[in-house]
């Protein structure tokens, strides 16, 4: 019921509002321009007692005295003071129907510009979600999820991320990029086709648990793909191999002081191994993505080549 009522708010037009006011407004200045001819006062005085009238307030320091004086205060009492009461209706009601559409997930406008789409909601996505909004980056978020639990920065689509209508009222096509992080890899699989079909320049990024399922999206064409398990895995073997490895890798990951991005290499870099490289704004290059695959930098490493993309980690600009 509530949701319906929404809807029907919210497809009030703005015309409306304008009509009404003029209403009020017109009923006002000839309503004072009325009651100053038939008091015999300034127009100055009868629209200022127009105007205390149809505001309900009437101090009563300026009133009619006569029968044409007492018509022309019906006349405003009942034309101005409807008007002005339906435009503050409308005006809580709007606010109400904004409201109720977010509580009930219903609230679903496209960010305009560049935004991010999140599709699905794994238990790792809320926390995403917070250093992607902490990023200064513009989110919609596709999920069947409660609206109170997002964060309230983030746009929501509430309902199946696999539905085809869905994904289409996300409009991909816009989007600078997507993480596809549904609970089950079936339905990872499912959006991640559905996304390439309907928006095949979409930089899409696949969060599965499963290593075979993260190969299939590789072989399907989406290249940026994880496996959760096999991420903590490897993560957990290497922590074994050097102890301090894991806190390391989770204060690089979780801290506010640095962060990762790729820069392109441009031509005074061409030729040049990559630890030799001076990065503006300072950093240091962690990796090489050549021909689409990220490798770490090693002392024999061969020159950079125009292309070639470097993964940097530098200090995060403070705000002055």
């Known amino acids: ?3 319906l009522l929404a809807l029907l708010y919210l497809h009030v037009r703005r015309h409306h509002v304008v009509a009404l006011l003029s209403v009020a407004a017109l009923s006002i200045l000839a309503g004072g321009e009325l009651f100053a001819l038939t008091e015999h006062v300034s127009f100055g005085t009868g629209a ?3 105007a205390v009238t149809a505001s309900t307030v009437g101090y009563g320091d300026v009133t009619p005295h006569n029968s044409a004086g007492r018509i022309v205060a019906v006349a405003v009492i009942l034309t ?4 002005l009461a339906a435009v503050f209706a409308l005006a809580a009601g709007l606010a109400a129907a904004v409201q109720i559409r977010r509580l009930f997930g219903m609230e679903h406008s496209v960010p305009a510009g560049h935004f991010s789409v999140v599709y ?3 238990p790792a996505v809320p926390q995403i979600l917070e250093e ?9 978020l596709v999920a069947d999820v409660d609206p109170g639990a997002v964060h309230r920065d983030v746009r929501l689509l509430s309902g199946d991320p ?3 209508v869905l994904i289409r009222k996300s409009h991909p096509e816009r989007a600078d990029d997507a993480l596809v992080a549904c609970p089950d890899d079936g339905d990872v699989l499912v959006t991640c086709v559905a996304l390439r079909a309907l928006a095949p320049q979409l930089d899409i990024f696949a969060l599965a648990r499963s290593p075979k399922v993260a190969q299939a999206l590789r072989d399907l064409g989406v290249g940026r793909t994880l496996s959760s ?3 903590v895995a490897h993560a957990l073997a290497k922590s074994l191999e050097a102890p301090h490895a894991g806190d390391l890798l989770l204060r690089l990951i979780d801290s506010e002081r640095y962060r990762m991005d790729e820069r392109p290499v441009v031509a005074e870099m061409v030729g040049l191994v990559p630890s030799a490289v001076t990065l503006d704004p300072p950093g240091i290059v962690l990796g090489v993505v050549r021909d689409g695959e990220a490798s770490p930098i090693l002392s024999d490493d061969p020159g950079l080549k125009q292309g070639d993309v470097l993964i940097t980690l530098a200090a995060r600009e403070r705000a002055a």
């Open 132 to 140: 992607l909004v902490a990023g200064g980056r513009t989110v919609m």
């Open 229 to 231: 398990d096999e991420l």
């Open 80 to 83: 101005a003071i409807p008007a």
């Open 1 to 3: 019921m509530f949701p």
């Open 48 to 50: 200022y007692w127009a």
């Open 120 to 122: 699905g909601m794994q």
């Open 162 to 164: 696999t539905n085809e």
